[in-house]
Every structure is written in structure tokens, then in C-alpha cells.
């Protein structure tokens, strides 16, 4: 046999040392590449509800929704749920794993509110024979949002926490026995390049020393929140981060590393945190804003991403109101 039919493409070998997610809605990249979970949100609903391949799904949430005899603003609301919860069981006939849904943004910033969307979105899927543990529900890192999750995952429903820009958010999302975080490693790249005007890249890239950090913080201490680089610019963050707990990659990107044979080793590595002289805070909710407000980088990024996942989420919702109509 030739070298060239043992040679391993990069997503392959990637795949040996962490968990690959698609951040996707496309069921066709799924299929593609593979990934043992799958995320989703506003954002790439929107995307993928453009193409009139997925077009029925909006009907079967429309007829779903009209079912509960809502009507105006709360009959829209119902079908933007019953589109994600469709869209969720699509993918779970495909990936093996968990998927992860998302509250509204607009949520972000109310405790009791999150937690009841939360329950009624797993309620949801509860009625079409989908199990919790299949499921990961998005909640933006704010406070508000990392309280929520709190509650939820001693309710047994597990959280994903998204918009993470910021060690802060991690440890509290860590002490409130989170299942999963996403720390945005792409967007605080682009953040740090507007302000200094440089190109980063490897281990330099302020994105991947942000979740490098956090890895080792978590393991260092010993948590069992999972911790999910999301958000890349390009392969060689993810190419960075290997051996990291998940990676959650685009479409675009799961074909470079498909289409590659660069040759990866395990970057990150649970034991090597344990001889790290870390600094272990603890952080109340005054502790926490301090520090967050310090973070001109993730305060600045978390809002802008709030602002956007509820930006589209009312293009979404705007498509469900013509549909209606």
C-alpha cells in the first residue's frame, strides 16, 4: 500500500484528540464531515432556512404552532420554537451526539426567563421523543444567563455557554457545574487586530492563549465543565488547540482540514495543567462585573454578540411573520 493511501487528512488525526462539533444547520455538511455533535443558533437557522431545500421545516412549524391556538406576537414566538426544536431533531438523525439550542438573545439579561425557555424548549423536544441528554441549551455568558444554568443543570438539564470571551465567565460557568462552554477564539482575534493593527498567528493568536488558558484553569482545579473552541478565523487556531475537550468548526473550515494532510500533534493536555502555577479566584456577582468590566475586549464582545444572535433572530422572526401571512 502507497504512502499516500495510510496518510490521514488533518480533520482525521484532529478527530483523535478532540471532540469535533459542526457549526452548522446544513444537513448535508453534517453527513459530510461527520462531527459527533452539532451547534446551532439564530444565526445559522437563518442561513440555512434560505435555501428552499429547508423551506418545509418552516411550514411543519407553522402547522405545529397554529395547533396551540397562540396568536399575534406569541404564535410567531411558537413557531421560531418549534423551527429550532425541527431543525434539532434533523440533526440528531444524523450526528451520533448531542445538539446544542439556543434561548433568545434577548434573554440575556433575565434570569427567570432563560430558565423558562429553557424548560419549554426541552419540554418540546421531550414531546417528540428526544431525550435531555441529547440536548446542550445556549445561554449567552452573561450573569444573568450563568445563574440560569445554575439552575438548570441541577434540574438536569444541560447548559452550553456561548458569547464567552473571558476567563471570568468561564470560572463562574465552572463553579455553577456547566456541562459546556464556548469560548469565541475567532472573535477576540478580530478584536485584538482592530486595536493593535497586527496579524497573530499559532500560539501568539489572543484567541487561542484565551482558551489555552481556560483549558488549564479547568484542569488544573480539577472541573468537569467541558470547554468547546468556537468561533475560529482559520485552521491554524483549531490546528492550535488540538486535544482541546470539543472544537466546534464551520462548514468551511471542516473541508480544509478534510482536504489536508498537514501533520497535527496534541497541543493542549489535562496533565500538564496540574504543574502550572495558576491562581485560583473566586468570584461573587460584584467580583465577577469588576472583572468582566476590566476586560475592555470581552465586555466589548459580548455585547456586539448579543446584539447580533438578536439581530438575527428577529430577520428570523420577520421570515416566520410573512410565512404567516
Known sequence: ???????????????????????????????????????????????????????????????????????????????????????????LK????????????????DTEATIAKARELIQLYADKGIQKERILIKIASTWEGLQAAKVLEAEGIHCNLTLLFSLPQAIVAAENDVTLISPFVGRILDWYKKETGRDYQGSEDPGVQSVTQIYHYFKKFGYKTEVMGASFRNTGEIIELAGCDLLTISPGLLEELSKSDTQISEKLKADDAKGKDIERLELDEKEFRWHLNEDAMGTEKLAEGIRKFAADAVKLRDMIRKQLS
Open 1 to 91: 500500500m502507497s504512502t499516500t493511501q495510510v496518510q490521514r487528512s488533518t480533520l482525521d488525526q484532529l478527530k483523535q484528540f478532540t471532540t469535533v462539533v459542526a457549526d452548522t444547520g446544513n444537513f448535508q455538511d453534517l453527513k459530510a464531515y461527520e462531527p459527533q455533535d452539532a451547534t446551532t443558533n439564530p444565526t445559522l437557522i437563518l442561513k440555512a432556512v434560505s435555501d428552499d431545500a429547508y423551506r418545509p421545516l418552516i411550514g411543519k412549524a407553522v402547522e405545529e404552532a397554529k395547533q396551540t391556538g397562540k396568536s399575534g406576537d406569541e404564535l410567531i414566538e411558537a413557531v421560531m420554537d418549534r423551527l429550532l426544536i425541527l431543525f434539532g431533531i434533523e440533526i
Open 94 to 109: 444524523i450526528v451520533p451526539g448531542r445538539v446544542s439550542t439556543e434561548v433568545d438573545a434577548r434573554l440575556s439579561f
